[in-house]
């Protein structure tokens, strides 16, 4: 039983196309957060959602916008895509308070 | 200040051998520091985490160093073999004075472990 699970986990599409991602986890936990890694590795946090609220949103263009229904599921929609948007998209969870975050497998995303 | 510099970014071990990756921070209100591993097509897991209040902490082959004056933490794999060949990541955050564990990860280290 996948804990923290995404889809799709491969998306190819074209500049200006708009695509969401979708997480979902089994784990009872209060926090989710999407993460973007890029070519280099990088893993940067873009948001995260205790109990379906929003608690951090850094600079991300507002092409992007989170959506959490409930506390176990957050998804990621993108507008009007860009080569740059090109990377793998995590997703996490936590519970508050605890360290660990589980990632999913993640999404990758080319944009062409 | 919410940067996390961490060294080599790439790394060749033997078999057996030990290996070690670097990291540094700036921002000292960051009171969690865990290391996460990532094979190729998956998710980071986490590896090892260690709060300011201890120097060391060491679970199986893996031992974090931390030097809380020098703002710098250390990974270190004893006996390393070839299934630890993956990317490794330190990171920090404010874990106990925050409102959700925003982790700032460092470049990440690719580790290969030759046989």
């Known amino acids: 039983d996948t804990a923290v699970s995404q889809t799709p986990k491969y998306l190819v599409t074209q500049m200006g196309n708009d695509k969401s991602i979708k997480c979902e986890q089994n784990?009872?936990?209060?926090?989710m957060y999407w993460y973007k890694q890029d070519s280099k590795k990088f893993l940067k946090i873009m948001f995260s959602y205790n109990n379906k609220e929003l608690i951090i949103n850094e600079t991300v263009p507002n092409r992007f916008s989170p959506k959490s229904p409930d506390k176990a599921h957050l998804n990621l929609h993108i507008n009007s895509l860009e080569l740059g948007d090109s990377a793998v998209y995590f997703c996490a969870s936590s519970q508050k308070r605890t360290g660990e975050l589980f990632f999913g497998e993640g999404s990758r995303l080319t944009v062409l | 200040q919410q940067q996390v510099k961490q060294s080599p970014q790439s790394l060749i071990v033997q078999k057996g051998g030990i290996s070690i990756i670097n990291c540094a921070y700036e921002n000292t209100a960051f009171d969690y520091f865990p290391w996460y591993q990532q094979f190729p097509g998956k998710g980071p897991a986490l590896l090892i985490a260690?709060?300011?209040?201890?120097s060391e902490k060491k679970e199986g082959r893996f031992t974090i160093s931390f030097n809380k004056s020098a703002k710098q933490f250390s990974l270190h794999i004893m006996d390393s073999q070839p299934g630890d060949s993956a990317t490794y990541f330190c990171?920090?955050?404010?874990?106990?004075?925050?409102?959700?564990?925003?982790?700032?990860f460092g470049t990440g280290t690719l580790l290969a472990v030759q046989p």
């Open positions: 260690i709060r300011p209040d201890v």
């Open positions: 784990l009872g936990h209060d926090t």
């Open positions: 990171a920090a955050s404010r874990l106990y004075g925050g409102a959700t564990n925003k982790l700032i």
